[in-house]
C-alpha cells in the first residue's frame, strides 16, 4: 500500500513537471511568434513604395465607396416615403478592392492579369450602370430614384487603383521565406564553433 501511494505521488509529480515544462516552452514559443510577426509586419510597412501604398488606399477607398448606398428611392404608397439602397452589384463593384489587395500582398501566378480582367470587367459594368442605372443599380419600376454622388467617385478611385496596379502588383509585399526565418527560427539555427575549432582556438591563444 506505501509503495502504490509513492508510485501515485511519483506520477503525479511527474506529470505536474511536464505540465510546467510544457506550458514554459508553448510560452516561449508564443512571444517568439508575437516578436516574429510584429517585427516582420513592421519591416513589410517600412518596404512599401509610395505606389503600394498609394494601392492599397485607393483599394480601401473603392471598397468603403462600393459598400455605400448609391441609390436613393423615394417611394409614394399612403405617404411620400425615401429609402437609401446599395447597388444590385455591389459584389461586382467589391472585387476589384478585395482581389487587388490580395493580390498586392501574397505571391499568386499571373496576379497583374488576374487584376485587370476582374477591374475591367468591374468598370464596364460600372459605366453600363451609369448609362442604365435600372436594372444594373436597381430594379425598382414603380417610384423615383437618382443615384448618390460618391457613385461617381467610385469611378475615380477605380480608375486610380487600375493605373496604379501596373507598378503595385510586381512585386509581392509578404515573402514566406522571411515569415519562416523570424517564425521558425529553430529551421535556421545558429553554427556552433565544434569542440576541435574551440580547441584549436584555445590553443592558439
Request: charged share 20%; glycine share 6%.
Amino acid at each position: 500500500m506505501f509503495l502504490s501511494n509513492l508510485n501515485i505521488k511519483d506520477r503525479l509529480s511527474a506529470i505536474l513537471k511536464f505540465e510546467i515544462e510544457f506550458f514554459h516552452v508553448t510560452r516561449i514559443g508564443i512571444e517568439r511568434m508575437t516578436r516574429g510577426i510584429l517585427a516582420e509586419t513592421l519591416t513589410i510597412v517600412r518596404d512599401l513604395t509610395f505606389i503600394q501604398l498609394g494601392f492599397y488606399a485607393f483599394c480601401l477607398i473603392g471598397f468603403i465607396l462600393a459598400m455605400l448606398p448609391w441609390v436613393d428611392y423615394r417611394i409614394t404608397f399612403a405617404s411620400e416615403e425615401y429609402a437609401d439602397v446599395g447597388s444590385t452589384s455591389k459584389l461586382a463593384y467589391l472585387l476589384p478592392s478585395i482581389a487587388g489587395a490580395l493580390l498586392a500582398t501574397f505571391n499568386i501566378p499571373f496576379r497583374q492579369w488576374i487584376y485587370r480582367i476582374i477591374a475591367g470587367l468591374a468598370g464596364l459594368l460600372y459605366v453600363i450602370g451609369l448609362i442604365f442605372p435600372n436594372p444594373i443599380h436597381t430594379s425598382m419600376v414603380s417610384g423615383d430614384f437618382h443615384v448618390r454622388f460618391w457613385t461617381y467617385l467610385y469611378g475615380i478611385a477605380l480608375l486610380v487603383q487600375a493605373a496604379l496596379s501596373a507598378q503595385a502588383l510586381t512585386e509581392t509585399t509578404i515573402h514566406p521565406e522571411r515569415f519562416q526565418e523570424r517564425l521558425l527560427p529553430m529551421l535556421h539555427p545558429e553554427e556552433e564553433p565544434s569542440p576541435r575549432k574551440r580547441s584549436s582556438k584555445s590553443a592558439r591563444v
